[in-house]
């Protein structure tokens, strides 16, 4: 059974600073998706890594994936209350670009 | 652009009800996905529907269902309704390639009382 675990599961940092979401699946995969989910609300796309030792960067946030390692990670850089969501990474296995498989979440809250 | 819609936003069922949910993909995309997210934990895969051919299925019982249309609309159906079927149902479409993004609805809320 596919297993995708995040940690942490919680997250409160001060803003300015910075920390690292680790996402670890169980399964071969080199199709992983990070997305941002705001309190009642749908899930906004984030980024799309589609090979090992791929990297994107947006704004304060830097994804990265390794696929040996079986390892996602999103950075923040210098955090600002904005970045305040619930962050999921999922992996796809079929590569049909739409069967993803869902992290646990990291529930992130920046404080002034 | 219209992004991803579905329909209705908010639904109240009995147990042993039937429901159907509705979703719209963006134009041009011929992939509709299901997901079922429960307060607290990440969306968990129902079905995806390609071409309207189903293309995969989760781990879900049989009382789930959904079909494709022609114009790449998407009905999920859900019968005999349990309390564990309260959730947050969600549309995702996509091009059907794993190099770009699925892009999500608003969502369904359904409540099984």
């Known amino acids: 059974e596919l297993k995708v675990e995040q940690n942490p599961l919680f997250l409160s940092m001060q803003e300015g600073k910075n920390y690292t979401i680790y996402c670890n699946y169980s399964?071969?995969?080199?199709?992983l998706y990070w997305y941002r989910q705001d309190p009642g609300k749908s899930l906004e796309s984030l980024f799309v890594l589609l090979s090992n030792g791929a990297v994107k960067q947006e704004g304060r946030l830097m994804a990265s994936l390794d696929t040996k390692a079986r390892l996602s990670t999103l950075h923040i850089t210098a955090a600002v209350h904005d970045l305040s969501a619930t962050y999921f990474c999922?992996?796809?296995?079929?590569?049909?670009?739409?069967?993803?498989?869902f992290g646990t979440g990291t529930s992130l809250t920046v404080i002034p | 652009d219209a992004g991803v819609t579905q329909s209705p936003t908010h639904l109240i069922k009995t147990r042993g009800q039937h429901v159907t949910l509705r979703c719209s993909p963006i134009s041009g995309h011929k992939s509709v996905s299901w997901y079922q997210q429960v307060l607290g934990q990440g969306p968990q895969f129902i079905f995806q529907?390609?071409?309207?051919?189903?293309?995969g299925r989760g781990n879900f019982p049989d009382r789930f269902s959904a079909r494709q249309f022609p114009n790449y609309s998407s009905e999920l159906n859900v019968n005999a309704l349990l309390l564990g079927d309260s959730a947050l149902y969600l549309c995702a479409s996509s091009l059907g390639d794993s190099r770009t993004e699925a892009f999500f609805g608003q969502g369904t809320r359904l409540t099984v009382v």
């Open positions: 399964t071969t995969s080199d199709r």
């Open positions: 999922a992996v796809d296995i079929r590569h049909t670009g739409n069967q993803f498989y």
């Open positions: 529907y390609y071409e309207k051919e189903e293309r």
